[in-house]
């Protein structure tokens, strides 16, 4: 089976998902509702991997981390360490630029609760790992959360087992591209202190090092 770079705006591969997404279209008739695609470019050396869309964030707004809690931590710190420019105001035409950076979802599409099914996540990551695939100056990836890391590990054939997650590690997945770890930018998170600014903003900086010295 050929795999598109991008699943079709009106995907089926996943029923759940679909009827998810027709339910919210019907509740947020002007919203997006298809899958996310990512943002950036594809020439970028660093990309941003996520878990799947927000139902009240991406899922409306068409744009990766846009709408919701979990875009600010994310884009004030990119904007800080140079990864993008500009002012996030949670909509995709705020003017945003990123720089050197994308963004993706392992999973394109909402899923209830914020919880993808593993055959959902299995069924979406062809897509996933033909993006890293058409990424030609790809050195970093940032996985954004357990499942993200779990997937990414899929996509180079590593068994989960292999490499726990742990915030903050680097390793180095090839010659070509490290891979590093931060629990997840939600508000969840932000909120019960197990992500604070600091610690991602460690992270983020440890990048913009490594990138400046590769």
Same mark, same amino acid.
């Given at each position: 089976m050929t795999i598109n770079? *991008?699943?079709?705006?009106?995907?089926s591969l996943c029923p759940r998902l679909v009827e998810y997404r027709e339910n919210n279209k019907q509740l947020y008739p002007i919203g997006w509702n298809a899958p996310v695609p990512p943002w #950036?470019? *594809?020439?970028?050396? $660093?990309? @941003?991997? #996520?878990?799947a869309p927000g139902v009240k964030g991406a899922n409306l707004t068409?744009?990766?981390?846009? #709408?919701?809690y979990a875009g600010i931590l994310l884009y004030n710190t990119l904007i800080k360490y140079n990864f993008a420019t500009g002012t996030y105001n949670a909509d995709p035409n705020d003017g945003l630029t990123l720089?050197?950076?994308? @963004? @993706?979802?392992?999973?394109r599409c909402v899923p209830?609760?914020?919880k993808p099914t593993s055959l959902e996540e299995k069924t979406c990551r062809p897509f996933l790992l033909k993006e890293i695939q058409n990424m030609p100056k790809l050195k970093i990836i940032l996985t954004l959360g357990v499942i993200a890391h779990k997937n990414i590990l899929a996509c180079f054939g590593r068994p989960v087992t292999s490499i726990p997650f742990k915030h903050g *590690?680097? $390793? *180095?997945?090839n010659e070509k591209i490290t891979i590093v770890n931060s629990y997840h930018v939600s508000r969840y998170n932000t909120s019960t202190g197990k992500l604070t600014t600091v610690m991602f903003e460690d992270v983020v900086f440890? @990048?913009?090092k490594y990138l400046k010295s590769t």
């Open positions: 770079l *991008q699943p079709d705006v009106n995907c #950036g470019d *594809q020439h970028a050396e $660093f990309l @941003i991997v #996520g878990l068409g744009r990766p981390f846009t #709408g919701d720089k050197n950076c994308r @963004i @993706i979802n392992a999973v209830p609760e914020n *590690q680097f $390793f *180095q997945n440890s @990048i913009q």
